[in-house]
């Protein structure tokens, strides 16, 4: 039997929203994401607050999330929606 059908694992990376590191600690990430970063999450991001005319920027917390997606693919020498060969 002759695999056909050859599936490519992919890792899908994201970010959550920037916000004030005291606030970030029960942040989740989105449905079907793991978060891979701990506690009040990356200090790598600024965050804005519009003051009348004025936005001034923060210096924020996220957190990275990380989602594994399975992509089906064909093995070389297959093709098409059933993978069929020659």
């Given amino acids: 039997q002759?695999?056909?059908?050859?599936?490519?694992?992919?890792?899908?990376?994201?970010?959550?929203?920037?916000?004030?590191?005291?606030?970030?600690?029960?942040t989740q990430c989105p449905a079907g994401y793991t978060k891979i970063t701990n506690g009040t999450g990356t200090p790598d991001c600024r965050y804005y607050l519009e003051i009348k005319t004025y936005t001034l920027s923060f210096p924020g917390c996220r957190?990275?999330?990380?989602?594994?997606?399975?992509?089906?693919?064909?093995?070389q020498g297959h093709w098409g929606p059933d993978c069929m060969g020659k």
């Fill in 2 to 26: 002759v695999k056909k059908q050859c599936d490519q694992k992919l890792l899908i990376r994201m970010k959550t929203k920037c916000v004030p590191c005291s606030l970030n600690l029960d």
């Fill in 63 to 75: 957190h990275h999330c990380v989602k594994e997606f399975e992509q089906p693919e064909c093995c």
